[in-house]
């Protein structure tokens, strides 16, 4: 059975959220848990939910790497954190994969150094679910694991991202777009310029560029991008979601102020929220390590930890890492092949 | 009088929308314009507004470059487009300012090309004005201008987005970010790094790194950055604010079928509309060349053209050309100075 270390102590209301995300997964899909944390809060959590004869087991962490910490101190200092701890489960054998809703940065930092990256991954990186105006959401990667990157990075972190959103999305035969200022091929910068070339050249099924217009359209399934550029993306389309759902309510409450208003003012304004809502992906994948990391938002709830949770299982049944270090050898192959052909003429 | 040739083919509406928003703002502000396009039409366009005896002139232009044309030919082949008559009309000191509704890419080229960059700026920037949840404009700066640009570069944007804040939107002592992926000062890429540094040292009102998330917080006046990400940040702003547009607008009929509630509806939605509304800034003012350039979004209504001309007005007044050169001197003799005492030490 496929094994999930849960960080328990991760999110803003931890242990609450993740024990009982634990719980509806282990009851929905075939996949076993291990709760990392603090024993003796997870055993009474455990106790309330009625949770006894589930494949739930704990282990135990003395520390909480919280979340305004800075991540160097933490990851150099903290040797007991629940996430440290969850990371060496899966460095050790004991599961198949991480998920936590904690301090995204010290996630990534911890999981990299305790597990490791694949060995044909040079920089393993951040992928992000995002909901689209179709309903089919589109995975941004790289949001924030690494800056300053090179052609063949990107090239990389659009293999594995297209390999998830096979694996855990279910699309057949991704569409794959570089996030770019134009939809030519003449447009971008020098970085986009030249992974144009290279995913043109690449088996990937490639549209082309996509402009940040477009990213919520629904049409392209996988967005690459260096991880400065995702990370001032998703962040900002996180704070124009927030903005616009604090006006619409203010403005929904000042204009519909009868009670049947109000009534339905709420309905519309909960349509639109679950519409926008990230809690149905789970998290964001870290793609690239020996090993399934899912890092959820902060503010998880149980549905978003359960999500993730499959998310986690879909990833190891679906052999993502394996075939994300057999096509990676496999570009690389190409691209070899390809130079040495020019070298020859 | 301050005069402003506004190109009257460019926008979507065009003429209709340009003459409209001329005539308005004539009569609003102490300024004189100088319609550019096919004569025939203004002459039949402003007669049917009654606006004989208002200081409005008519330059004949007989080409007109259109939204989806390729910059490079459009550039190159259309000698008479009413943007490229326009800025010529600047050029040579007829009128003091350009504003079009036209093709982005092509106002820049062209005015760039024809007017020419101020001795002292390396390159000219697009800042575009954003609507924030506090109704205080912020402004993003540069926008697509440019692409792979040295800290050099963000220093003198940040200087002349500075200048149009306190020019044409109010603020006596503007507050200047930097957009990065994280507030801490050693947060970023390379580029954000160093540009961190030279701001730091600078005179403005240097605030640190502003996230993707606050942005249009409204804590920050100018925010600086890249062409390449500000142009991602920006389309994909306006790209989530449609998309939630049409979502809203669906998610409430849907669940508001009563007469009254579809009237309540209307009116709430009308107000979010206007708070995410960017007519009210006029246009992206093209910073760093011999005049004032504004660009105003294809689809401007006649109250956008009139406040871009408002704009352009109160950047003519308020000498922002002249202070952008003189403020990039000073900062580029505190450099000097840095540096020739770090040499001497």
């Not at 694991?145 to 052609?151: L, Q, R, S, W």
């Amino acid at each position: 059975m496929i094994k999930i270390a849960v960080d328990a102590m991760g999110g803003d209301a931890a242990p609450h959220s993740e024990v009982l995300g634990v719980i509806q997964a282990v009851q929905e899909y075939p996949v076993g848990v291990i709760l990392v944390g603090a024993e003796d809060r997870l055993r009474e959590e455990l106790k309330r939910h009625k949770a006894a004869g589930l494949p739930i087991e704990i282990v135990h962490a003395s520390e909480v790497i919280s979340m305004g910490e800075a991540v160097s101190t933490a990851v150099r200092k903290k040797k007991d954190s629940s996430i440290r701890v969850a990371a060496k489960l899966v460095r050790d054998g004991k599961a198949n994969g991480v998920v936590s809703a904690g301090n995204t940065g010290a996630c990534m930092a911890v999981t990299k150094l305790v597990i490791g990256a694949l060995s044909t991954v040079d920089r393993p990186a951040l992928a992000a679910v995002m909901p689209t105006a179709r309903n089919r959401p589109v995975v941004l990667i790289d949001v924030g694991a690494n800056v300053d990157c090179k052609p063949s990075h990107l090239a990389q972190f659009a293999i594995m991202g297209e390999i998830f959103s096979r694996s855990a999305l279910g699309n057949s035969r991704p569409k794959v777009g570089l996030l770019s200022i134009g939809e030519e091929e003449s447009k971008g910068n020098e970085l986009t310029k030249e992974v144009f070339q290279v995913l043109k050249a690449s088996p990937l099924n490639f549209v082309g560029n996509v402009e940040g217009r477009d990213l919520f359209k629904g049409d392209v399934d996988v967005v690459v991008c260096d991880g400065f550029i995702g990370n001032v993306a998703l962040k900002l389309s996180e704070g124009l979601t927030e903005m616009f759902s604090t006006m619409l309510k203010k403005d929904l409450s000042t204009h519909l102020s009868s009670q049947i208003g109000a009534l339905l003012s709420r309905r519309a304004f909960r349509n639109f929220k679950a519409r926008v809502d990230y809690s149905e992906y789970g998290g964001a994948p870290l793609l690239g390590v020996r090993g399934i990391v899912i890092i959820c938002h902060g503010r998880s709830p149980a549905k978003a930890i359960k999500n993730a949770i499959r998310v986690a299982h879909e990833c190891c049944a679906g052999r993502v890492n394996q075939r994300i270090e057999d096509e990676i050898k496999a570009l690389s192959f190409m691209q070899r092949n390809a130079s040495a052909s020019v070298m020859l003429n």
